[in-house]
Nanobody, 123 residues
Framework: QVQLVESGGGLVQAGGSLRLFCAAS????????MAWFRQAPGKEREFVAA????????RYIDSVKGRFTISRDNAKQTLYLQMNSLKSEDTAVYYC????????????????WGQGTQVTVSS
């Protein structure tokens, strides 16, 4: 049974930083492509960043480039999202997701999801 468990969310002031974690189990993490999505109230779930299992390919949505960094530790089966220079518009529930296919920006391309962790940025 595949499980993805996010943590690390919280309340932070604009300009601050947070690091999100996604612990994976029940999947060969070292051969699985991973991504972060987010969903703000009243909005669609949107792609944030993705990383291949080889770490060769990394993609970001334009609005987080230069501020967020996605990374992974295959030995620890953990995905990370370092978020710096946070803005109020980054407020959302953040989800990690796993895909056995190529990394894409569509949520329908991902096979497994975590329960999400809330990130709130106060201005």
């Amino acid at each position: 049974q595949v499980q993805l468990v996010e943590s690390g969310g919280g309340l932070v002031q604009a300009g601050g930083s947070l690091r999100l974690f996604c612990a994976a189990s029940g999947v060969t993490f070292s051969r699985t492509n991973m991504a972060w999505f987010r969903q703000a109230p009243g909005k669609e779930r949107e792609f944030v960043a993705a990383i291949t299992w080889t770490e060769i390919t990394i993609r970001y949505i334009d609005s987080v480039k230069g501020r967020f960094t996605i990374s992974r530790d295959n030995a620890k089966q953990t995905l990370y999202l370092q978020m710096n220079s946070l803005k109020s518009e980054d407020t959302a529930v953040y989800y990690c997701a796993a895909t056995f296919g190529a990394i894409r920006v569509g949520k329908d391309d991902y096979n497994y999801w975590g329960q999400g962790t809330q990130v709130t940025v106060s201005s």
